[in-house]
T-cell receptor, first 115, second 108 residues
Framework: SAVISQKPSRDICQRGTSLTIQCQVDSQVTMMFWYRQQPGQSLTLIATANQGSEATYESGFVIDKFPISRPNLTFSTLTVSNMSPEDSSIYLC????????????FGQGTRLTVV | QQPVQSPQAVILREGEDAVINCSSSKALYSVHWYRQKHGEAPVFLMILLKGGEQKGHEKISASFNEKKQQSSLYLTASQLSYSGTYFCGSNQGGKLIFGQGTELSVKP
């Protein structure tokens, strides 16, 4: 199993600013994933982050808006850049310890409100 | 391609049973099931793999029909703690894509 610590848990930000969300895993993982979840909606995959390579973004998400770092096998950050109220959402990081056919673990999420 | 879940919502009395379905237009290599309570992170329930292998740790059962690209989650003798939103996820090239969710409410 794995425990993921995500911070901040919530933040209220001014439009036009950026916020960096951090995720720390208590064990080494190959893949980490970033999701966005609008209230009452499903989890939408933003990007997949591998250590040592550029993140792979899903359709509708771009690196300039959501830059991701993955400096080692236990840590990743997601930055939400030049925020607008439409970026208000819950952002979750996730990892699996044994590949895609094993349990995925989630951080507790970051509730972002952009005003 | 997002899996499609049905029903979107269901209300049960304690002790009643429920079935949640998940289907995909893309080939399903494995299906994950998660439950999310309000304000919390999703929690793993079960994985169903091609070939029939199941991995899970709760008293919840599921089926996986590879040919029909469908999975069903069976909740029997529901308890109040079963309330939450249930998501199925399909493994697509190593990443997990989730269905739109099924909101389950269990009433006393």
């Amino acid at each position: 199993s794995a425990v993921i610590s995500q911070k901040p848990s919530r933040d209220i930000c001014q439009r036009g600013t950026s916020l960096t969300i951090q995720c720390q895993v208590d064990s080494q993982v190959t893949m980490m994933f970033w999701y966005r979840q609008q209230p009452g909606q499903s989890l939408t995959l933003i990007a997949t982050a591998n250590q040592g390579s550029e993140a792979t973004y899903e359709s509708g998400f771009v690196i300039d808006k959501f830059p991701i770092s993955r400096p080692n096998l236990t840590f990743s950050t997601l930055t939400v850049s030049n925020m607008s109220p439409e970026d208000s959402s819950i952002y979750l990081c996730s990892a699996d310890t044994g590949g895609p056919n094993t349990e995925a673990f989630f951080g507790q999420g970051t509730r972002l409100t952009v005003v | 391609q997002q899996p499609v879940q049905s029903p979107q919502a269901v209300i049960l009395r304690e002790g009643e049973d429920a079935v949640i379905n998940c289907s995909s237009s893309k080939a399903l290599y494995s299906v994950h099931w998660y439950r999310q309570k309000h304000g919390e992170a999703p929690v793993f329930l079960m994985i169903l793999l091609k070939g029939g292998e199941q991995k899970g740790h709760e008293k919840i059962s599921a089926s996986f029909n590879e040919k029909k690209q469908q999975s069903s989650l069976y909740l029997t003798a529901s308890q109040l703690s079963y309330s939450g939103t249930y998501f199925c996820g399909s493994n697509q090239g190593g990443k997990l894509i989730f269905g739109q969710g099924t909101e389950l409410s269990v009433k006393p």
